[in-house]
């Protein structure tokens, strides 16, 4: 389908119809991954339910898939993104979100802890979360100097309080909870 050693592009990206695979591009690579678990989108559920109420106006909150534009050779689609309300078009954020989260799965734990907040560095995104469902843990970075910096972690039962991007306290195994 592609020719073999080109980078490929947010066009090439859009002709991929396969809905079962969530598919992204990091400087014009292909990154091809599972659909999620169940364990996975819990947390995103209830991730969501915690940052909505907290979101000033002229920022969303949403569940992948997103599409993140960062540039015409990497478009990558966080488990959840807040972007300002002026960067969403009627496809994709275009530009670089306000905070990205990663719920870390077996097959994409290199790609979410090195590949992708290294990229959203580079891009300028000033928040990126990372949260292992299996431990269950959560570690928040910000950007400072151009590379990220924990600004909070917590496992378990634990609290993680946090100032910005929201005031905001999360307990890691609420994240996981079947209530």
């Given at each position: 389908?592609f020719?073999?050693?080109?980078?490929?592009t947010r066009?090439?990206l859009?002709?991929?119809s396969?809905e079962?695979?969530r598919?992204?591009l990091?400087?014009?690579?292909?990154l091809?991954s599972?659909?999620?678990?169940?364990l996975?989108q819990?947390v995103?559920?209830?991730?969501l339910?915690a940052?909505t109420p907290v979101?000033?106006?002229?920022?969303?909150?949403?569940?992948?898939?997103?599409?993140?534009?960062?540039d015409?050779?990497?478009?990558?689609?966080?488990?959840v993104?807040v972007?300002?309300?002026?960067?969403?078009?009627?496809?994709?954020?275009?530009?670089?979100?306000?905070l990205?989260?990663?719920?870390v799965?077996?097959?994409?734990?290199?790609?979410?802890?090195?590949?992708k907040p290294?990229?959203?560095?580079?891009?300028?995104?000033?928040?990126?979360?990372?949260?292992?469902?299996n431990?269950?843990?959560l570690?928040?970075?910000?950007l400072a100097?151009?590379?990220?910096?924990l600004?909070?972690?917590a496992?378990?039962d634990?609290?993680?309080?946090?100032e910005?991007p929201y005031?905001?306290?999360l307990?890691?195994?609420?994240?996981?909870?079947?209530?």
């Amino acid at each position: 389908m592609f020719a073999h050693g080109d980078r490929l592009t947010r066009r090439d990206l859009e002709t991929i119809s396969d809905e079962r695979r969530r598919y992204e591009l990091v400087d014009g690579t292909l990154l091809v991954s599972p659909s999620p678990r169940p364990l996975h989108q819990r947390v995103v559920a209830r991730l969501l339910a915690a940052l909505t109420p907290v979101c000033p106006a002229d920022c969303e909150v949403l569940p992948a898939p997103v599409d993140v534009v960062l540039d015409e050779f990497t478009v990558m689609i966080p488990d959840v993104v807040v972007g300002r309300r002026e960067t969403f078009t009627e496809r994709a954020l275009v530009g670089v979100p306000v905070l990205a989260v990663e719920v870390v799965s077996p097959s994409s734990r290199h790609i979410d802890r090195f590949l992708k907040p290294a990229r959203l560095a580079l891009a300028g995104c000033p928040y990126y979360w990372v949260i292992e469902p299996n431990e269950p843990t959560l570690s928040c970075f910000r950007l400072a100097d151009g590379e990220y910096v924990l600004d909070g972690e917590a496992s378990g039962d634990d609290v993680v309080r946090l100032e910005e991007p929201y005031r905001l306290e999360l307990r890691p195994a609420d994240l996981v909870s079947t209530y």
